[in-house]
């Protein structure tokens, strides 16, 4: 399998280093870091990042509250439809997306790939289908990103462990090397999505952390502002912080074998692009 690393949006939050560790001026810069996997079995997304529908008419696809909060810079460029072309790739050639989770900006495009079955914890699917309710609940899942259409696949977990973690092997018609990891916390149905290349695994962490230094073992760190950000998107803060110190865990132990990386840290996207 050959795995591509590419951005599906960008987000410059008010606060500067504050929020990524990094930027000098007034704002700062979080990515949608996704994947696009070359496999015998078609095209494979993992994760969406905002969609072409969202820069077109971002609302009410997108809520105000987070439009503001995050800054959110909308731009066809920066779509996974746009960039699986500019790999020289169709949409149509998309047959399997993977979700980390289904937050706004993560299942965004979604709709861009209708040729695509959706694989998701299934906990999360109920998550944004049938409890979405309550201020946060409201604004982070998004239905009008979905089209009515979609071939949902949902998971439980089961099946052998994933260097000690829980897994959801065999997905329907994925190739056995991508699997799902569940890391609840963020949201109730959260998982990582482990992928295994010619050089080891690759684990897409997805929202279970924001800050590359949050995986040192030694030395734990996260900007201010951006813990706060995780924070205040958490359902359950004790399995968050939990999940945290588990993957540190296998940083730790299995950094040869295992390269993590989160969703929205620059530099993580830098590094593995």
């Known amino acids: 399998m050959r795995v591509h690393h590419i951005n599906c949006g960008t987000m410059c939050p008010v606060g500067g280093r504050l929020m990524d ?24 997304l993992v994760d969406t990042g905002f969609g072409t529908g969202d820069v077109r008419r971002p609302q009410p696809r997108l809520s105000r509250f987070f439009l503001t909060l995050d800054n959110i810079r909308l731009r066809e460029e920066d779509t996974a ?3 699986v072309e500019r ?10 997306i993977v979700l980390t989770h289904l937050d706004f900006d993560h299942a965004g495009g979604i709709g861009d790939f209708p040729n695509a079955t959706v694989h998701v914890f299934a906990r999360e699917l109920h998550a944004a289908r049938e409890e979405r309710r309550g201020a946060l609940a409201t604004r982070r899942y998004r239905p ?18 994933w260097f000690g973690f829980e897994a959801v092997r065999d997905l329907d018609g994925l190739p056995p090397e991508i699997l799902l990891v569940p890391l609840v916390g963020h949201t109730w149905g959260h998982c990582g999505v482990a992928v295994r290349d010619a050089g080891g695994w690759l684990l897409h962490a997805g929202d279970a952390y924001f800050f590359a230094g949050e995986m040192d073992p030694g030395n734990p760190r996260c900007p201010p502002g951006l813990r706060a950000y995780q924070t205040m998107m958490q359902v359950d803060r004790e399995a968050r912080l939990a999940n945290q110190d588990r993957l540190r865990g296998l940083v730790r132990d299995h950094g040869e074998q295992v390269r993590v990386f989160c969703a929205h840290d620059h530099g993580d996207l830098t590094r593995f692009a």
């Open 87 to 96: 790999l020289g790739f169709r949409a149509e050639d998309v047959r399997h």
């Open 21 to 44: 560790g990094r930027s000098r001026g007034l704002t700062a810069r979080l990515v949608c870091h996704c994947l696009l996997i070359e496999t015998d079995r078609g095209l494979v």
């Open 81 to 83: 439809r746009r960039a």
């Open 144 to 161: 009008l990103q979905w089209d009515a259409d979609v071939r949902w696949r949902g998971y439980e977990a089961g099946g052998e462990p």
